[in-house]
């Protein structure tokens, strides 16, 4: 990516907040959630910086800046393996503490972002105090693997990548992000099915569990790892992707947010794991429909960032 394209797309991604108190901070903060270092959103598989002035963080850049954080929002290539995402978002890294005058960064990644996240960290621990998972499949994911049972070389699986790159490539060009990245969806299926994710465990062990659903080291090479998740599938009626997210998770046998089980979700100091959340609604979408039954998501953030803060990251 051209540097200045590259820059123009992270001070985009970090205005660009739809919903929420993203003009708070300018009027009084009470630095709950001010952080030591700016903190990095990483998207998940699908994922944008923002499209049509709606952020794929629906509501929650705004919500951590209001009382101090700094917070950019960076877009990586839709569809790739865990590798190639993480080497267009530490491209990003680089530039951020070049930008914010900061020596390091606090990397939170949804989903397929945390695989993402933790190669920046695996690769470069100089530049990142710590590193959140929300809702990641660090040891695979049941629909991928279900979704891997359709014969490789195939015209089925020929078929379905061309198909899901060319989502991809059509949420790219609608996003804010001036570049052009690669779409790869069989890469993306590779990385987060369970041998995928397996073979990347062992290039980048930092923060996993051990056992089977532990917990993880929580701290690594000076970076401190946390992750939480949700574990409802279905949480709002008037939610279309509920549909969507009801469906995949029948392809589970263990509780689950749609597209990640409980376990595999695990990172480090677990925060929590069952939330009343879904895959969606782990980023407070669609559209801020989430359960009415739990903690509004943007406040989850803004604890993680005050967590942080008490932390003196």
């Known amino acids: 990516m051209n540097k200045n394209k590259t820059l123009l797309a992270l001070c985009l991604g970090t205005a660009c907040a739809f ?19 700016p903190i990095v959103l990483a998207h998940g598989m699908l994922g944008f910086d923002s499209i049509l002035g709606i952020n794929y963080w629906y509501g929650i850049p705004g919500a951590l800046r209001s009382d101090g954080a700094k917070v950019y929002v960076t877009e990586v290539s839709q569809l790739d393996t865990s590798e190639a995402r993480g080497e267009q978002l530490l491209a990003q890294v680089e530039e951020i503490v070049a930008i914010s005058g900061k020596p390091k960064v606090n990397l939170i990644g949804h989903s397929h972002g945390g695989p993402t996240a933790r190669y920046v ?14 809702g990641s499949p660090h040891k695979g994911s049941a629909t991928a693997d279900f ?56 290039k980048f062990p930092a923060g996993i569990p051990s056992s089977a659903c532990g917990e993880g080291a929580y701290s690594v090479n000076g970076v401190r790892y946390y992750s939480w998740s949700g574990t409802s599938p279905l949480t709002n009626v008037l939610d279309v992707s509920d549909l969507m997210l009801g469906a995949s998770s029948l392809t589970f046998s263990e509780p689950n947010d749609g597209l990640v089980g409980r ?28 359960s009415l039954f739990e903690t509004n998501p943007t406040t989850v953030y803004r604890q993680q960032a005050n967590r942080l803060k008490n932390a003196g990251l």
């Open 147 to 202: 979704l891997r049972q359709i014969p490789p070389d195939s015209a089925g699986e020929a078929i379905l990548a061309g198909i899901v790159n060319g989502l991809g490539a059509l949420i790219n060009f609608l996003s804010t992000s001036p570049s052009t990245t690669p779409q790869n969806a069989l890469g993306s299926l590779e990385s987060l099915n369970s041998a995928g994710a397996a073979v990347f465990n062992a």
């Open 19 to 37: 919903s929420g108190p993203a003009q708070a901070g300018l009027f009084g903060s009470s630095g709950y959630t001010q952080t030591q270092y």
């Open 121 to 134: 960290a695996g690769v470069r621990p100089d530049l990142v105090a710590s590193m959140t998972s929300v």
């Open 263 to 290: 376990c595999s979700s695990h990172l480090g100091q677990v925060i929590r794991d069952n939330y009343r959340m879904n895959h969606l609604d782990e980023v407070n979408q669609t559209f801020g429909l989430t």
